[in-house]
């Protein structure tokens, strides 16, 4: 009988990084495909508000040696690198008013990207009985307006066929955890709240 976990190892290190097989001196690496999506949705004291950045940038490197988030459960001797990034000023609201407020609160001139990058792969059991998606425990450090927070998040990886597979996750965060004053606008009638909820939805292909 095949062992879950190795199973479920197996699956999600082809997922990410999209190597044919697992031996300890392979150098695997995945690329972030242009269908990718990162986004946050949040609320004001008027309405709700959505900002999305299709232009998503980021590298993944599996290997032995490197010094890299370890993958907790494997029973391959592998560390993964991850990382991917945005423009903030890449981010469209919908509104060019709720841009310019967002890009402002999140300090754009100064720190022109927000980012992330993965420390811990803690490997689950779960699979979706509808789609056959696996499912990881994350920890990583996600970056806003130059601060850098530690955040843990549960991440679903499927196969969409041809080589091609997804990596979903969500996360709601506190805008002043980061420093990160919540926008307002028409002199203060209109104000966001305070927290958060960023998306991920990063396609990936070897």
């Given at each position: 009988?095949?062992?879950?976990?190795?199973?479920?190892?197996?699956?999600?290190?082809?997922?990410i990084l999209l190597i044919p097989s697992l031996h300890a001196n392979?150098?695997?690496?995945?690329?972030?495909?242009?269908?990718?999506?990162?986004?946050?949705?949040?609320?004001s004291n008027i309405n709700t508000f959505k900002c999305v950045s299709?232009?998503?940038?980021?590298?993944?490197?599996?290997?032995?040696?490197?010094?890299?988030?370890?993958?907790?459960?494997?029973?391959f001797n592998v560390r993964l690198k991850a990382t991917f990034a945005?423009?903030?000023?890449?981010?469209?609201?919908?509104?060019?008013?709720?841009?310019?407020?967002?890009?402002?609160?999140?300090?754009?001139?100064?720190?022109?990207?927000?980012?992330?990058?993965?420390?811990?792969?803690?490997?689950?059991?779960?699979?979706?009985?509808?789609?056959?998606?696996?499912?990881?425990?994350?920890?990583?450090?996600?970056?806003?307006?130059?601060?850098?927070?530690?955040?843990?998040?549960?991440?679903?990886?499927?196969?969409?066929?041809?080589?091609?597979?997804?990596?979903?996750?969500?996360?709601?965060?506190?805008?002043?955890?980061?420093?990160?004053?919540?926008?307002?606008?028409?002199?203060?009638?209109?104000?966001?709240?305070?927290?958060?909820?960023?998306?991920?939805?990063?396609?990936?292909?070897?």
């Amino acid at each position: 009988m095949i062992n879950r976990k190795s199973m479920l190892t197996t699956y999600l290190i082809s997922v990410i990084l999209l190597i044919p097989s697992l031996h300890a001196n392979n150098l695997g690496k995945y690329h972030i495909q242009r269908e990718s999506t990162v986004w946050i949705e949040g609320s004001s004291n008027i309405n709700t508000f959505k900002c999305v950045s299709y232009k998503v940038h980021g590298e993944g490197i599996l290997d032995s040696s490197i010094k890299a988030a370890p993958i907790i459960g494997s029973p391959f001797n592998v560390r993964l690198k991850a990382t991917f990034a945005i423009t903030v000023k890449s981010m469209d609201c919908g509104n060019p008013m709720v841009n310019s407020d967002m890009y402002e609160a999140l300090k754009s001139d100064d720190f022109t990207t927000l980012s992330y990058e993965l420390k811990r792969v803690d490997l689950l059991g779960d699979i979706s009985k509808d789609d056959g998606a696996f499912y990881a425990n994350t920890v990583g450090m996600l970056t806003v307006a130059g601060s850098p927070r530690e955040i843990k998040m549960k991440v679903k990886l499927t196969s969409l066929g041809n080589g091609k597979y997804k990596i979903e996750g969500n996360k709601e965060v506190l805008m002043t955890d980061f420093g990160v004053k919540p926008p307002t606008a028409m002199m203060g009638l209109l104000k966001a709240h305070d927290k958060l909820t960023f998306y991920f939805d990063i396609i990936v292909d070897g």
